[in-house]
Structures are given as C-alpha cells and as structure tokens.
C-alpha cells in the first residue's frame, strides 16, 4: 500500500474531528513518519511552513502538544517586532499526508497563540471560528460555505499543444483533446482528496487563449458544503497542492483575479447555506427561498461593498469586475442569473422526477431530491482574499440580515430577473448601487461599515485598520483613467500579481 494514496482517516480508521494525540503517535509509529510539517496561514494569504525531523515519539508528542515559536511580525504586518513571538499549534483535525514529500511526512494546519496562551485575536483563522461560533450563538443554525476555485494553467506551446486548438474564449466543460491540463486537474483534485478535501466536481472553464508564445487553459475545482472552518482549509489546502503539483509538471499557475486584457478572469465564488439540526434552512417545504435566505441575502446586499475589501484585495480585481464578463458590477440579486452579485442557483427543488424520464428501475415516489442542495453565491470575491476573512465576513454579513427589522423589503427591492449588462436594462441597472471600482474605495467602504464586522469581537480593530492601509497604499483610486493614458499599466500590474 502506497502510503500517500489513502486519506489520514482511512488509515486511522477515523472521522478527522475525532484525532487524538495517540492516534498521532501510533500512526507516526506504526508508518515510520520521519518528518511533520505545521502550515499556518500569513498575511500574504500564503500557506507557510516550519519543518521538524522526528526522532522518537516524546519528540513528537512535545511538538503536536506544545507546537512551536515563530515571529509573529514576518508573519503579519501589524504585529510589532519587540513583541513579536507568537505560538503555533497545529490542530489534529486538520493532518494529512504530503503527497509531494519523497519522507513519509505528517502536516497540520496551525492556530496561532499569544504569550498568555490565548488565541490570537487578529489571526485570520481565529477570526473566522469567532465568526462560526458568534453565527451559532445567535440564531441556534449553523453556516456553511463551499468555494468555486477558478485558476489558469500555462505551459510553452509545442506540436503537441499546437493539435485540436480550442475555441478562444469558449472552453467551458472543454473534453480532451481540445483542452490540454485536463489530467492535471483531475490529478490535483485526487490530491486534494487525500488531503481532507471534500470535492463536488472539477471541469475546464470558459478562459483559453494564446499569448507570447504560450497556451492559456482556465480551470475550476468546485467543493461541497461544509463547516465554514473546514471550508476555508478545504481553499487554502487546495491552492498549496495545485501550486505544487503545477511544479512538478513544469505548469505555471495562476490564481490571479486577471491575467490578460478581454479574457475571462478567476474568481473565488462562494456558496453559502444555513443548516439547523441536518435541514437546509434556505428553502421552504414547497421549495421556496425561505425567509432565512431572503434575509441573509439582504445582508450581503447592505454589506456588498465592504466585502470587497476582503475579497477583491488587490487593483487587478477591479480590473475583473467590468461588464460582460460574468463578473458582477452592480448590488443585486436574482434566480439563476450570472449578471448579478448574488445568485440563486438551481437546488433540485422540482418536484419532477427527472431520473425516471430516461432510466429504469426507480418508482417517482423514491426520487425526491432532497432541498439540502440549494445554496447562495456570492460572485464578486477572488482568490486575491485573504480566504479566513472573506467567509468570515460573509458569516456576518448574513447575520446582520437575520438581525434586520427591513431585510425583506432590502431583498426585494435589489431583486432583478433580466441580464443588468444588456442596454435595453440599463434603467434598471442605473437604479442598482455599484460595486467599489478599486481598493481605495473598498478600504473607504470598509471603514464606514467596520463596526458590523468589529461588533462582538469578531475583526479585531488591529486587523480591520491593517486591511484599510493595505489597500489604501496600492492608491488606485484613478487607476482607470491612467491606464487609458497608459496602457502599459495593466501589464505590470498583472506581472506584479500573477503569483497572488
């Protein structure tokens, strides 16, 4: 048996939420674990890592019970250097089994503590369980989210590359051999798999072109509700292992919201659904959209324009969020429309058994799917955000909607059912408030709407003034006018963030 082709779980014989510190060691001993790895998520939105040679099992027993140091100011800007030393610990749940390292190797995902043995009010990963459990705390449901991860796979372009050209801007769900990587992703997706990743489906998407001399494939990777946590890891893990895999192949990658002037750009769409004793809460008996729903989209509609400061966290999304582009530009919701910022996409509502229109074996009575699958999406968010503070802030953004006296009137008058880029609309369109068109007036709409997301201390005011000066320093206020000046522009900002 090939050590890096099972699940941790599988071979524990195990739900991961329920690792112990003996299962560890017994794992470690059993399987000869000669390296452990602890990941912790930095300011840069990046996966870091500290190594650790294993020795013996009370070495490794010292390391998972206690972690370790590291300097909290190389790690977040608004950690001062002469108190910098913060703690890592990682949390069981989240081991797994590199499949990159050529040693048998364990990783964890870490928390971060303080001095005082606290965790760290400001780390992004104890700012989203504060919002888990804030969300819990107040309406007795929980909130779940998946993510929509779009990225762009590039490699020379040769005689191979050169056979069955695809169609320029139109290889959504593309087959081989028309699209190229199609075994990378399905290979990246296997990994994420054995990392813990709860995986819908993956497919190509509708970005392709050539440019200098290189082929252009966009790809998704789609995953299935879970746990706000566990969702979060779920994004971070993946982005680490297709990077990696990526090198190995010699494939460049790119999660950067825009990497080329009038193709299609990535973004991080997020699905959200509020659960309650294992019942969908976003639909009624007949199928509806609930008043839960109704209400929590409301809150994504009043705070729209501060959750762009978490989820489009530098210029070059803004370059993404134009036009006819399936990329939202205006605060409004609809049924299965791609022209707006919120989406209610199909959730097996119809009480047609569809099934039994073409297959044989099955009675109508037996095919009633169940409503747990209809979800929310929010579509302005890219993989620029920092991903912790992004569902974070969508948590309470839905909060704030359960919480509102008027969120039903908030959600009917931002409800539109045409296509708000076509000109024939463009009354409705003018009556929608617009998305921030920079980071500057992100950061200026983060600052009038941050006692939401600071109320019961959820973003510590630290962390809320960080991302303020953070997107204020990039100063694209006018960054639109200057780049029909100087087209130029657009190409260093996509070379300056193409790594994001």
Not at 85 to 103: H, Q
Not at 195 to 205: F, L, N, P, W
Request: aromatic share 10%; charged share 25%.
């Amino acid at each position: 048996m090939e050590l890096k082709n099972c699940t941790l779980s599988s071979l524990i014989g195990k739900n991961p939420s329920e690792f112990t510190l003996d299962d560890m060691t017994a794992f470690a001993r059993k399987y000869d674990i000669s390296m452990v790895n602890f990941m912790y998520p930095a300011a840069d939105g990046r996966l870091k890592t500290l190594n650790f040679v294993i020795d013996g099992e009370e070495y490794l027993k010292a390391i998972l019970m206690f972690g370790e140091r590291v300097d909290g100011s190389s790690l977040f800007p608004f950690i001062e250097a002469g108190n910098s030393d913060l703690y890592v610990i990682p949390r069981l749940s989240t081991g797994f089994i590199d499949p990159f390292a050529e040693l048998p190797t364990l990783c964890f995902l870490c928390a971060y503590f303080d001095k005082d043995g606290n965790r760290l009010e400001y780390s992004p990963e104890y700012t989203l369980h504060k919002a888990k459990m804030t969300f819990t705390e107040k309406t007795g449901m929980t909130f779940e989210a998946m993510g929509e991860l779009e990225y762009y796979v590039s490699a020379p372009e040769d005689e191979m590359t050169d056979m069955y050209p695809a169609t320029d801007q139109k290889g959504y769900h593309e087959s081989g051999p028309f699209a190229k990587f199609n075994e990378f992703r399905t290979r990246c997706m296997y990994y994420i798999m054995l990392a813990g990743g709860k995986i819908k489906y993956g497919h190509s998407e509708v970005g392709n072109f050539r440019a200098d001399g290189r082929i252009y494939e966009q790809n998704e990777i789609e995953f299935l509700p879970a746990d706000i946590e566990q969702a979060a890891d779920n994004l971070m893990l993946a982005k680490w292992i297709i990077r990696n895999l990526g090198y190995e192949y010699g494939l460049d990658v790119s999660f950067a919201p825009k990497i080329s002037e009038g193709k299609a750009g990535s973004g991080l769409h997020i699905h959200m659904r509020i659960m309650k004793d294992g019942k969908n809460m976003m639909t009624c008996e007949d199928g509806r959209l609930s008043e839960t729903a109704l209400k929590s989209i409301a809150g994504l509609m009043e705070l729209a324009p501060s959750i762009t400061a978490f989820g489009n966290a530098n210029p070059t999304s803004y370059l993404r969020l134009v036009p006819h582009q399936e990329a939202p530009t205006n605060v409004c919701w609809g049924d299965r429309n791609r022209s707006v910022l919120v989406r209610v996409p199909l959730g097996w509502t119809t009480s047609k058994p569809m099934y039994s229109q073409i297959n044989p074996g099955l009675a109508p009575e037996d095919l009633k799917c169940p409503s747990a699958k209809q979800t929310i999406e929010i579509r302005s968010a890219d993989c620029s955000a920092d991903i912790y503070q992004l569902l974070s802030a969508l948590s309470i953004a839905c909060l704030h909607g359960l919480s509102k006296e008027d969120a039903l009137e908030t959600a009917r008058r931002t409800y539109v059912d045409v296509d708000i880029h076509k000109q024939e609309n463009a009354g409705r369109t003018a009556a929608l408030a617009q998305l921030p068109d920079s980071c500057a007036a992100s950061a200026a709409q983060l600052e009038r709407q941050r006692n939401v997301y600071e109320a019961d201390g959820v973003f510590h005011p630290a962390m809320t003034d960080s991302i303020i000066a953070r997107l204020k320093a990039f100063d694209d206020a006018d960054l639109r006018q200057r780049m029909k000046k100087n087209p130029e522009i657009e190409a260093e900002l996509v070379r300056r963030f193409y790594y994001c």
